[in-house]
């Protein structure tokens, strides 16, 4: 045990740790402490470093928490991997660097929520602004960001087989986009990615690493947190395993940056959550809050996969007798296969007239293979990542021990109810639509996942259940919102957990629905904007700018709230 005092003690060095890291150190008036369970990301590893190499962390137990959901009712009993993060930068360090904002009009759902005012797109713009370089954008659009951390680069997309599917989904009745993240995100393009000069740029690289020599900063890996102290319903700091000891540190405030799962796991494990819960598993109850760990949220995916009849995809990449070669052309020039994400380009749509916004998101690849690196028994193939983005399902986080090592309950209820069921057939059926178009007849060799003999709606929803991933996009399960709300676990003003002093959270947990794309950069934004709310500071001042809206041109914003339905009666007009 230790005297230590630090004015923040922030727990978790991912992706929302990386950036209050930075953000709450700058003026060198704020002493601050890191705590991150996991390992350094070391420049030299190439698991982290090189992009393409992004499948060999997943799974592995150096790089990943290793989670697993408990059997799944709709998917037949089965158990869901879900891979986390267990290194500086967190799952940026080992995620596919795919950086999607999500739609304006998530953060308008957001925004018209009680109590919610100020976290609507207008309020939320000039954040993200704030942490990017986007250097595919124009300077002067005022969109994008031009100066911030995070430098962006836009997926290049020249091979043929991208080319050939973004004219395919403009055959298919679908319009291209010049910039999914910009003023329109329906329709197909390339994406941005975490790539910078054929290098992974994780959080950890773009905020922490840049200001580890601060003399105010301390950074501590192989530190795992296993309790919030309090004094009464006052944070006064946190317990941690370090190196074998059990150790302890003071702090003026104490801030939750572990995401969706490890957040609502240590609040529980500290007291903080449901009082059932905590009751059964004899944990004093400090505040008693039924929010914590529920409403989780997350993205499933399937990846329709064909062969492919011309030698242009990145197949032959993924022999292992050319690993020697990629390898060492990336280690002496950043080139080359193993400097791509291979996500490089996609889209998003509308799937039925009763959104208002695409509740649909494609990322298309010119190889085939899974996440786990299972390539597909083709000489040349690719594939597409589809699955519904607003999902209706909702599933809880609960721990089963006091011990902090178990692992939590993770619930996820994919596949449970009437919309998810809907939604995935119609994500099925449009994939295939688009990828039977003319400009993807000369390449198409046949499709080998799920393959000719799944057709009907209930053999597509069996498919479904058998063979879909998560996305890895666990959200939502300490959400913002008023203190009238039972459900709600922080101020949305001050990112405080209601009932405490002293205690906040800024990570995935935080958000009240999931976006509908990637949540790296919501997370990235939200953590942003956090660190003024915790400094004091006043916001940055909201944007009131145009965006793209189906049935208009332009949505006018003049300064009047009003509620954002999430249903239209307008009806479906793809371009």
């Excluded at 991912?14 to 930075?22: E, H, I, R």
């Excluded at 105010?216 to 004094?231: C, I, Y």
Aim: charged share 20%; glycine share 10%.
């Amino acid at each position: 045990m230790t005297n230590e005092s630090y004015d923040y003690v922030i727990v978790g060095g991912g992706s929302a740790g990386s950036v209050l890291a930075d953000r709450l150190s700058a003026d060198g008036k704020h002493t601050v402490l890191v705590l991150e369970a996991g390992r350094s990301d070391y420049p030299w590893d190439l698991f982290i470093q090189m992009p393409a190499a992004l499948t060999f962390p997943s799974g592995n137990r150096f790089y990943d928490w290793r989670y697993q959901s408990d059997p799944e009712p709709q998917m037949g009993g089965r158990r869901v991997a879900h891979a986390r993060g267990k290194v500086l930068g967190g799952s940026s360090s080992i995620n596919g660097m795919i950086f999607q904002r999500g739609n304006p009009l998530d953060y308008e759902r957001w925004g018209a929520d009680a109590g919610m005012e100020s976290w609507d797109f207008a309020h939320c713009l000039p954040y993200f602004n704030r942490m990017e370089t986007t250097l595919a954008a124009d300077p002067d659009d005022v969109l994008r960001g031009h100066d911030g951390p995070l430098v962006l680069e836009r997926g290049p997309a020249r091979n043929p087989l991208f080319q050939g599917f973004f004219r395919a989904a403009e055959e298919a009745g679908y319009p291209r986009t010049d910039d999914v993240n910009g003023y329109r995100q329906e329709g197909f393009g390339p994406f941005d990615r975490n790539v910078h000069k054929g290098q992974r740029l994780s959080a950890s690289r773009a905020y922490l690493r840049p200001h580890r020599a601060r003399r105010n900063l301390t950074v501590l890996t192989r530190a795992l947190v296993t309790k919030v102290n309090f004094r009464g319903t006052v944070a006064s700091g946190v317990s941690y395993r370090h190196n074998g000891r059990l150790r302890s540190v003071n702090a003026t405030e104490v801030i939750l940056c572990g995401g969706a799962i490890n957040t609502p796991q240590l609040l529980q494990l500290s007291g903080v959550g449901p009082a059932g819960l905590l009751d059964s598993l004899g944990i004093p109850t400090v505040v008693d809050l039924p929010g914590v760990g529920e409403n989780l949220q997350d993205h499933l995916e399937v990846y329709i996969q064909h062969a492919c009849t011309k030698p242009v995809s990145m197949q032959p990449s993924l022999s292992l007798w050319r690993y020697p070669l990629i390898g060492l052309r990336w280690l002496l020039s950043r080139t080359g296969p193993a400097a791509t994400n291979h996500f490089e380009g996609g889209g998003f749509v509308r799937s039925n007239d009763d959104v208002s916004y695409p509740n649909l998101m494609f990322h298309f690849l010119p190889v085939a293979v899974r996440y786990d690196g299972q390539k597909a028994e083709a000489k040349h193939g690719y594939q597409v990542h589809i699955g519904p983005m607003y999902s209706d399902a909702r599933g809880s986080v609960r721990i089963k021990s006091t011990d902090p090592t178990v692992h939590p309950a993770l619930q996820f209820n994919y596949l449970s109810t009437d919309q998810d069921r809907r939604e995935w057939v119609e994500a099925v059926r449009i994939s295939r639509d688009i990828l039977a178009q003319r400009a993807m007849a000369d390449f198409d060799g046949g499709e080998l996942s799920p393959g000719p003999s799944v057709q009907t709606d209930a053999e597509i929803l069996d498919w479904v259940a058998r063979d879909a991933e998560t996305a890895l996009h666990p959200s939502c399960t300490a959400k913002m919102g008023p203190s009238s709300d039972p459900m709600a676990v922080l101020d949305p003003l001050s990112m405080r957990v209601h009932g405490t002093t002293g205690l906040r959270v800024a990570d995935a947990s935080a958000m009240p629905y999931v976006t509908n794309g990637n949540i790296y950069a919501p997370v990235m934004m939200l953590a942003e904007k956090a660190a003024d709310l915790i400094l004091g500071k006043d916001p940055l001042a909201p944007m009131a700018v145009d965006f793209y809206r189906h049935g208009s041109s332009t949505l006018h914003r003049d300064g009047q709230r009003q509620p954002v339905p999430l249903t239209s009666d307008a009806t479906v007009v793809r371009n």
